[in-house]
């Protein structure tokens, strides 16, 4: 099955760097998603992880390890408008159909 | 380019009443998706659809929820009788032809009391 971990809440300050983790367990995986959601609104694709390594898009960077099963997703340079949900979600080998975890809320702070 | 609408964005159903959800996808995405999250606990997924064909429904929890996508449009997701653990935010998505670059809608909270 897929178990996806990942905690309830974290908090930062402006400006800083935040790392959220993320722990799988499934018996097959094709790859790793990272999904943005703010109060209210739609869940917003952030990054896809197939393979081992880290990926950067700006301030946003998402790093997977396979044999690990772990995922974390890093946010540099804070800003308040970063205040938001952060769903973790894998895929079995063959679907592309997430498998979310509970998110993790990130409050900003000044 | 507009993205995926759902309406209503809210409602507020007895237990035991009917409602429809209905989701527009992204012009020209022939896939779409329903998910559902109930109070406290994570985002699953429904089923998908392939234009008007039922690709994947193994994450419709019952028979009381009818998903149709007459046309391969917008679909539509009936709750017949409506329990009160069906409350909680149904999302729709759609992709075109990479399947994992899902867009979101903004979600139907439904609240069955």
């Known amino acids: 099955g897929q178990n996806i971990d990942q905690p309830t809440e974290m908090t930062a300050t402006e400006g800083a760097i935040v790392q959220i983790n993320c722990t799988y367990q499934?018996?097959?995986?094709?790859?790793l998603f990272w999904y943005q959601q703010h109060a209210g609104e739609a869940p917003t694709f952030l990054s896809y992880?197939?393979?081992?390594g880290l990926e950067e898009k700006g301030r946003f960077s998402s790093f997977l390890s396979r044999s690990k099963g772990y995922s974390y997703l890093l946010l540099k340079e804070l800003q308040m408008k970063d205040s938001a949900s952060y769903l973790c979600?894998?895929?079995?080998?063959?679907?592309?159909?997430?498998?979310f975890g509970r998110g993790t809320s990130l409050i900003v702070h000044p | 380019e507009a993205g995926v609408t759902q309406f209503p964005s809210h409602s507020v159903i007895e237990k035991g009443q009917t409602v429809t959800l209905r989701c527009d996808p992204i012009s020209g995405h022939d896939n779409l998706y329903w998910y559902r999250r109930v109070m406290g606990k994570e985002i699953k997924f429904l089923l998908h659809f392939v234009k008007e064909s039922k690709q994947d429904e193994s994450g419709m929890p019952n028979n009381r929820f009818l998903a149709e996508r007459t046309g391969g449009t917008y679909s539509t997701l009936k709750v017949q009788p409506a329990e009160l653990e069906d409350s909680g935010v149904y999302f729709c998505?759609?992709?075109?032809?990479?399947?994992?670059?899902?867009?979101f809608g903004p979600g139907t909270r439904l609240t069955v009391t």
């Open positions: 499934t018996s097959g995986f094709n790859g």
């Open positions: 992880n197939v393979l081992d």
């Open positions: 998505a759609s992709s075109k032809g990479d399947l994992r670059e899902q867009y």
């Open positions: 979600a894998a895929c079995l080998r063959g679907s592309y159909i997430p498998t």
